[in-house]
């Protein structure tokens, strides 16, 4: 790299200025516009200049990358492969930056591969993306803790919980797709048992470790973005209008948001502030979005909240249309209001002063970013002709198809987790209850799906589900990083309670 004088470079031209300098030097990365100051080799120590904003670069190895400049960046841990120099939520909105990758030894990664899983792969090992309808093998239950092939897609799959031998009742699976099961080091997975309590079990020995004193049935655990300890969790069903964060290593509690008094000074009957089980914070776990109902559980509104400042940043009268939940978009820049009626789906500005219309109800699905950073919502669209499985973003309102669902006389259903927010332009489908004919290709499986037109999907797993009501539904949700997968199977007996939790683990930079 040219380490001499820089020229000055628009954002949206190639123009360069140069006063009265002599020999002015020019940088580019891969092929593209040249490097302004702010991407010369001034990086910080520990850091070096890899590409300015809106070019792409290539990553050799998982690596940390910030986007910004000066002493404002947004900072990932990104897997091998293609990176967009763009991250959300914009660290400098109108300011040109530039990324930057570290240049520090890195940390022994607690987010690598579990003991059971850390030598099963071979160093030439591949997903399958052929879109075919395999047959599903019977496999025995495996016992807790042993890693095992998916016989079909050579993935290692472990079974995480046995409800009966950890002493959990009913079950123990994952709550639901949109739930994050794994803390920010993917050290603990947190596990939802029959009679409503929640769990914590060590995510690499898959001993239970404890159970919670505090969140209680619809408490919408959420795990801290980055400190592995901590969960925010509501009451029940946000009766009390209260966000609390809990240590789960020392059990230690306090309330991060009280929120009561302000919200009765606008909607005088409020008594519950949650999301209605499918929300989350943005990725940063700073901005929230809550509905806010009333004690006979008619909707008064919806608001948003800042963490770090314990502000109301807007608030928004439902006038009585109650949302099937709501949720915060992973940059923190849009609420999303999810109903079936007039409203449909919706992205709100976090002032609810601007809106976006989604889509015309509410179905199955989640909020990730796709490879540019973008908030995108991902959902399935039954009342297409195919059945599409879609995306639209939420800046720019464009909604891209990705995969039918309507395949020879059939359908099923599905969830989507968008919750691998260090691995943007990814989601994890799981299908069941699939009826009308044959077998088809996307049928009983857990599905990584690129977000882009005729995406890559690739195939992690069959659940080995029957589907026997709400509790069967595989739920699968994927961690922060991609490396794993967890999903809910009665492993076909057909049973309504009697399920576990299992995880398929794939290495960092499976996803091509």
């Known amino acids: 790299m040219n380490r001499g004088l820089m020229c000055d470079v628009g954002v949206w031209r190639v123009a360069l200025v140069c006063l009265s300098l002599v020999g002015c030097g020019v940088d580019t990365v891969d092929g593209g516009p040249p490097l302004t100051p702010g991407a010369s080799g001034l990086a910080a120590e520990g850091w070096e200049t890899v590409a ?15 986007f910004g400049l000066g002493d404002t960046w947004v900072t990932r841990e990104l897997a091998a492969g293609s990176v967009y120099c763009f991250f959300n939520p914009d660290p400098a909105p109108g300011q040109f930056k530039t990324c930057q990758r570290s ?57 995480a919980t046995d409800h009966a031998a950890d002493g959990v009742s009913g079950f123990a699976r994952n709550d639901y797709s949109r739930r ?7 050290t603990k997975q947190l ?52 966000l609390h964060e809990l240590n789960v290593s020392t059990g230690a509690s306090r309330v991060v948001g ?82 079936d009626g007039a409203l449909g789906t919706v992205a709100f500005s976090r002032d609810f002063s601007q809106k976006t219309q989604l889509f015309a109800k509410s ?18 669209d039954y009342q297409s002709n195919a059945g599409d499985v879609f995306m639209v973003n939420l800046r720019t309102g464009v909604r891209t198809a990705l995969f039918s669902t309507y395949l020879s006389g059939t359908a099923t259903a599905l969830h989507v987790s968008g919750k691998a927010f260090a691995r943007p332009g990814w989601v994890v489908v799981s299908t069941y209850a699939d009826y009308g004919g044959s077998l088809q290709w996307l ?37 922060r990083d991609f490396t794993r997968v967890v999903f809910g199977s009665n492993w076909g007996s057909g049973s309504a309670t009697d399920v576990d939790t299992y995880v398929v683990e794939i290495p960092a930079g499976a996803l091509k």
């Open 52 to 66: 300015n904003q809106y070019q792409t670069f290539t990553l050799d190895k998982p690596s940390t990358v910030r």
């Open 103 to 159: 240049t520090q030894p890195a940390p022994v990664s607690e987010s690598a591969l579990s003991p059971a899983c850390a030598s099963f792969y071979a160093p030439d090992f591949a997903l399958t993306s052929t879109r075919q309808a395999s047959p599903i093998p019977t496999v025995a239950k495996p016992s807790k803790g042993v890693a095992f092939s998916e016989p079909t897609y050579k993935t290692c799959v472990v079974r």
């Open 180 to 186: 994050q099961a794994f803390n920010s080091n993917n």
């Open 191 to 242: 596990v939802y048992a029959l009679d409503g309590y929640w769990h914590v079990y060590d995510a690499n020995t898959h001993a239970r470790l404890k159970q919670l004193s505090g969140p209680a049935a619809d408490a919408e655990p959420q795990w801290h973005p980055t400190n592995p300890d901590l969960l925010y969790y509501l009451p029940t069903n946000g009766v009390g209008m209260r």
């Open 258 to 339: 009280d929120f009561g008094a302000r919200l009765k000074a606008r909607w005088p009957t409020s008594a519950a502030a949650w999301t209605k089980s499918e929300g989350s914070p943005s990725a940063d776990g700073r901005y929230w979005c809550f509905m806010v109902d009333a004690s006979d559980w008619s909707s008064v509104g919806v608001f948003t909240w800042d963490r770090d400042t314990n502000t109301i940043l807007g608030m928004y009268d439902t006038k009585g249309e109650r949302p099937d939940h709501v949720s915060m978009s992973p940059s923190g820049n849009s609420c999303v209001v999810s109903s």
């Open 363 to 380: 179905e199955h699905s989640d909020l990730a970013l796709d490879a540019n950073g973008d908030d995108v919502y991902v959902a399935v």
């Open 443 to 479: 049928h009983r499986k857990v599905m990584a799906v690129q977000l882009k037109a005729n995406p890559t999907i690739y195939t992690l797993a069959h659940h080995r589900t029957v589907s026997n009501g709400y509790w069967s539904e595989p739920h699968a949700s994927v961690n």
